[in-house]
C-alpha cells in the first residue's frame, strides 16, 4: 500500500489543523493506521493510533485530549484532527500502516515505530507562538 500525507501548514498557537493520510489499492480496512512525528534533532515518535474498524484508538499522553484520529474506510483515508497546538508539536509528521494479525494489541505495541509496514512520506507541521 502506497500513502500519502497531506494537510500540513503554519499555524499559531492555539489554533488547529487536519492532516490526511491517503492510501492506495483496496485491503485498507485490513490496516491499522497510526500517525507519528519527528522533530529536528530527535527520534520519531508515536503520536496516535486506529484499528482496523476504528473501533479502538490509542495517543501518546503529550497529544490526548487535543488531538483525535479517525479513519474512513471508504475513502482509504485516515484523519488527524489537531487543536490546541503548541510550538512542541511542531515537527514532520507521517502516517503508517500495520496489518498484524487478529487479536488484541496493546498500546505499547502500536508504539513500536519497526511494527508498522508501510509509511508515509511526512508532511511539516510548524506551530509559531
Known amino acids: 500500500v502506497q500513502l500519502q500525507a497531506s494537510g500540513g501548514g503554519l499555524v499559531q498557537a492555539g489554533g488547529s489543523l487536519r492532516l490526511s493520510c491517503a492510501a492506495s489499492?483496496?485491503?485498507?480496512?485490513?490496516?491499522?493506521m497510526g500517525w507519528f512525528r519527528q522533530a529536528p534533532g530527535k527520534e520519531r515518535e508515536f503520536v496516535a493510533v486506529i484499528t482496523r474498524s476504528g473501533g479502538t484508538t490509542y495517543y501518546a499522553d503529550s497529544v490526548k485530549g487535543r488531538f483525535t484520529i479517525s479513519r474512513d474506510n471508504a475513502k482509504n483515508t485516515v484523519y488527524l484532527q489537531m487543536n490546541s497546538l503548541k510550538p512542541e508539536d511542531t515537527a514532520v509528521y507521517y502516517c503508517?500502516?500495520?496489518?498484524?494479525?487478529?487479536?488484541?494489541?496493546?498500546?505499547?505495541?502500536?508504539?513500536?515505530?519497526?511494527?508498522?509496514?508501510?509509511w508515509g512520506q511526512g508532511t511539516q507541521v510548524t506551530v509559531s507562538s
Open positions: 489499492g483496496r485491503t485498507f480496512s485490513s490496516y491499522s
Open positions: 503508517a500502516a500495520d496489518d498484524p494479525p487478529a487479536g488484541y494489541y496493546s498500546l505499547s505495541y502500536y508504539k513500536a515505530a519497526g511494527i508498522y509496514d508501510y
